[in-house]
């Protein structure tokens, strides 16, 4: 699948098993420059076509902008990201991930590239994120402005997050 590639999602789920694992390495701008097996199985694609193309091309329209805006501010500072995701493969099939995704660093401390681990969500995180999910895609297509509508799905995913009283991350780790 290539970037210009529309895919139409369908109604169709492929499930994670608890001991499968979905590895991929992407550079700094996040086209992916490794990835396994698994990850190409599961997204139908081919790892001839895969590689040096943007993580982004397996991105659901179900997921807000907002969640990845957060997950490049998080991996831009240093720190790890943990989420919920919805991806897309090639098939129209959808897959949640609970994702860990850190900078790679160089010996001198310098980010390279970013590593990511997926694996199984738990069931009940995945309803409760996809109904907050909707509410930030409904707000987000409220706004002519991408800059607008970020931010005001950022505020619904902040809003929710301060009301568990934990930081992003510690909510989504309480579920494991």
């Known amino acids: 699948m290539s970037q210009n590639t529309k895919v139409t999602p369908t109604q169709k789920e492929s499930i994670l098993k608890y001991d ?3 590895v991929t390495k992407t550079d ?3 086209n992916i420059t490794y990835c396994n097996e ?6 139908v694609l ?4 895969t590689l040096n193309q943007p993580h982004n091309i397996i991105r ?6 907002a969640v990845f805006r957060l997950l490049w501010n998080t991996l831009k500072k240093g720190d790890e990201f943990f989420g919920i995701v919805k991806n897309l493969s ?3 099939s959808h897959y ?3 994702a860990n995704i850190t900078p790679s660093f160089d010996e001198t401390g310098k980010t390279i590239g970013y590593f990511s681990v997926r694996r199984k969500p738990n069931n009940v995180l995945v309803k409760i994120m996809t109904n907050l999910y909707q509410k930030m895609l409904q707000e987000e297509k409220r706004h002519n402005d991408d800059k607008r509508a970020i931010e005001a799905s950022t505020q619904i995913l902040t809003d929710f997050i301060d009301e568990q009283g934990v930081s992003y991350n510690e909510y989504l780790i309480s579920f494991t």
Do not use: A, C, R
């Open 38 to 43: 698994y990850f190409l199985n599961i997204s």
């Open 60 to 65: 659901h329209p179900d997921m807000p902008k």
């Open 96 to 98: 949640w991930v609970f």
């Open 46 to 49: 081919e790892e001839q076509k």
């Open 90 to 92: 090639t098939d129209g």
């Open 20 to 22: 499968d694992l979905i």
């Open 28 to 30: 700094l701008k996040g």
